[in-house]
């Protein structure tokens, strides 16, 4: 091969042709895990295609020279020191000039996608002539941008409509969700999905093909028309403003009118520019992002995935079912141990639904569902790396089932429990080896909640310490270090929030009219639902444990005495249908309910950082939002605090608007 650019000191790329006069561009950024498209890497793509304007090769192939995959997208901390309109309008100019002058090239392009895709890669990909997607499990397309606040200015809101028709791509854009090799394919987004071994050669081939760049066609492409774009707008703004009733998250309705008024070109609307990129949400978001990369790194210990090849789940009601279904899914071996096999089957009926859901391939979902193994006698105990105690909420039982699994677990196995609200210091009074046991606090629903808090206390070994962060990374759960103390952080900061939510009912307040207000707020989920969600009778137990004898709620005791604890039995403060909550009209929130609700889950989390259970307040911040799912447009609850007192910006005048 013959190699390029000797001359031009690139530092981002490499540059080889071979025998047929195909150039392999490599992408491979010095330094970091990861390619980034900075600054500095866009004037050396411009320095590339100069030189091919002079010297055009047959064909051009961009690949990446990174492991973890293709291209991240731009670079975080460039858009976090952007200080102006100016700035903000020179960066989308600068990705947008580059990637439009790659569209025009005359001769093919072709992204070869190994791993993940995203934001300003995907608009990379988009600007070439073909796509090509390696068939592996570390694919990803996805334009994520909205979930920073901001919106893809680079040309995916013009090539991506066009490519795959307007409904696929507002969802891309609209929601940040990913696409696999396989689904990116049946879309379009990319022209075939290749395995590994095959695909420079099919690489190389498509590029010489000869074959017309895809299009959308049918309805999907009409939809794309200016004269249809409008009603297509209205219409997906009607589901954006049922997902953000609050209207706190300005990028989606942006995304909207660009495309729709300015055919995905965002440098006509210079004042949306300006006004997106400088906002509080968008701040605020790049806060959370950074917060969710801190407790990525924490899962990000030395541990192959040998080290966790077999788990062993203790408990098979909802929560230890799901455990067990999660940690399968993530592709473990697991036996999941109760005495009632009718609860082994009920998981593995929830099992079965969540690998159809999250693997759509069925050779894939019948591989997960066969690693889930019904263990009625406990015999997987003597194989697992890591162990999982997720029965009830009795200590005594717990300590009793401990002294049982010491005696059979391999001597260098993690014992974790999950309790919700139980001190470690409490649970392993009597233990053989105490200095191997740790928590691991899932939440519900384990499938849908990213965080894990793994529990500590003093005297914890620390290759058990690494091996449990290292192990909620594998699985792909954001860990949270926490101390243990009754209900550590999370769930210490959503009982009196609930409390307080159940207090308004007994002065008569509605229920729907609690929930609307905090999704009003932001929230996900209403407190009157989440109490239903997570079951009464665990409310009332945390409440117990974490309330220092605090009164039970009326209308809690009236549902328990009647056996109503929430969705797992139809009944709570709502009848339940087909897994979601039967609500009436929330008629109109009272002035200030909102903020009624939210500030003794401000004020516990204030405490709990005060009481070191956990390091500071970007942590506390982290825990609750990935942990509760409070609003993340205001950049956690000590974030929102401070913010408010401080005379209030666009996060806190939102969030009190209700």
Known sequence: MQTHFSSLGLGNFLCETDEQGIAWLTFDCPGIPVNRLSAQALRELNLVLDYFEQTPPSALIIQSGKKAGFIAGADIDEFSQLDSRDKAIELVERGWNTFGRLARVRYPTLALIDGHCMGGGLELALACRYRLAVDQ????LSLPEVMLGIFPGWGGMLRLPRLIGAPAALDMML???????RKAAALGLVDARVPPRLCRRAAAMKVLGGDKPRRAGGLPALMNQPLLRPFVARQAQKKVDRRDPGH???????????????DGNALKAPDLIDRIIGSDTARNLLRVFRLQERLKAFGKQDKGASAFRHVHVVGAGVMGGDIAAWCALKGCTVTLQDQDRERIAAAQGRAGALFGRKLKDKRQARAAFD???????GDGVRHADVVIEAITENPDAKRALYAQLEERMKSDAILATNTSSLSLETLREGMRAPQRFIGLHFFNPVASMPLVEIVEAD?????????????AGFIG??????????????????APYMLEAMRCVDEGIKPEALDAAMEKFGMPMGPIELVDTVGLDIARDAGAALSSGARMPACLESHLSRGELGRKTGQGFYAWKN??????????????????????????????????????????DAGVIFGTGFAPFTGGPLHYAASTSQGGNDTGQQGMAS
């Open 137 to 140: 499990p570390g694919t990803a």
């Open 175 to 181: 929601t940040g969700r990913a696409q696999n090799a």
């Open 248 to 262: 706190h998250y300005p990028a989606p309705r942006a995304i909207l009118e660009i495309w729709a008024r300015h």
């Open 371 to 377: 690693r889930l193994i019904p263990d009625l006698t």
């Open 459 to 471: 005297g914890i070994a620390p290759e058990i310490r690494s091996a449990a962060y290292a192990f």
């Open 477 to 494: 759960k954001l860990p949270l270090p926490v101390q243990s103390t009754p209900g550590f952080l999370v769930n210490a900061v959503l």
């Open 579 to 620: 897994g979601k909550p039967v609500k009436g009209d929330p008629g109109t929130s009272a002035a200030g309910l909102a903020q009624r609700l939210v500030t003794p889950l401000v004020d516990k989390t204030r405490e709990q950082l005060e009481k070191g259970v956990v390091a500071d307040a970007d942590l506390a």
